[in-house]
């Protein structure tokens, strides 16, 4: 069974950082690529972040281009998402997602429950 | 960017009736579109890729159809445990753009 599981949320001030993790099971973590998916109280789903698997290739939402950075560690099946100068707008539940298929990115057939991040002074 | 609306914002409904919402897309993404449920306080969920390929596990009574930039997601016999809202997404290109969601209420 697949289980993603995210951690590191939590409230941070205007301008701070935070680094988010997901720690993936039950499948061929290496394989797949993975995304961050996010989403402001209240609203809908926002694409933030995507990772092929190597590790080799990233993509980027317009909106956290230059602030956010994906990676992963195949060796310890774990996701992260480094968020830096965070602005109040960016808080959101986010979400990490698998692929569906080996390679493609979208769309996400498993889903972890959320990490709470808020940006507030 | 590929903008996506879903109409209606929000639908009321009854168990048992047929229900459809409707996404376009800003320009065509051929086939390239899924649709997800999500209920309050959970992760969405999967329900159908590729405009119409129903997800393992997914009941019958969900269906999808539409190509270019009209996209229709049909639940055949609205049972109490579908009242939720749903969102489609657009995979043509990376920016993965979702629509604004259709939350379907009881009537």
């Known amino acids: 069974e697949v289980q993603l599981l995210e951690s590191g949320g939590g409230l941070v001030q205007p301008g701070g950082s935070l680094r988010l993790s997901c720690a993936a099971s039950?499948?061929?973590?290496?394989?797949?690529?993975m995304s961050w998916v996010r989403q402001a109280p209240g609203k809908g789903l926002e694409w933030v972040s995507a990772?092929?698997?190597?590790?080799?290739?990233?993509y980027y939402a317009d909106s956290v281009k230059g602030r956010f950075t994906i990676s992963r560690d195949n060796s310890k099946n774990t996701l992260y998402l480094q968020l830096n100068s965070l602005r109040a707008e960016d808080t959101a539940v986010y979400y990490c997602a698998k692929g569906l298929a080996v390679a493609d990115p979208f769309p996400f057939d498993s889903w972890g429950q959320g990490t709470l991040v808020s940006v507030s002074s | 960017d590929i903008q996506m609306t879903q109409s209606p914002s929000t639908l009321s409904a009854s168990v048992g009736d047929r229900v459809t919402i409707t996404c376009r897309a800003s320009q065509s993404i051929s086939s390239w579109l899924a649709w997800y449920q999500q209920k309050p306080g959970k992760a969405p969920k999967l329900l159908i890729y590729?405009?119409?390929s129903l997800e393992s596990g997914v009941p019958s009574r969900f269906s999808g159809s539409g190509s270019g930039t009209e996209f229709t997601i049909t639940i055949s016999s609205l049972q109490p445990d579908d009242f939720a809202t749903y969102y489609c997404?657009?995979?043509?290109?990376?920016?993965?753009?979702f629509g604004q969601g259709t939350k379907v209420e009881i009537k």
């Open positions: 039950g499948f061929t973590f290496s394989s797949y690529v």
């Open positions: 990772i092929s698997g190597s590790g080799g290739s990233t």
């Open positions: 997404q657009q995979y043509k290109s990376y920016s993965g753009t």
């Open positions: 590729k405009a119409s």
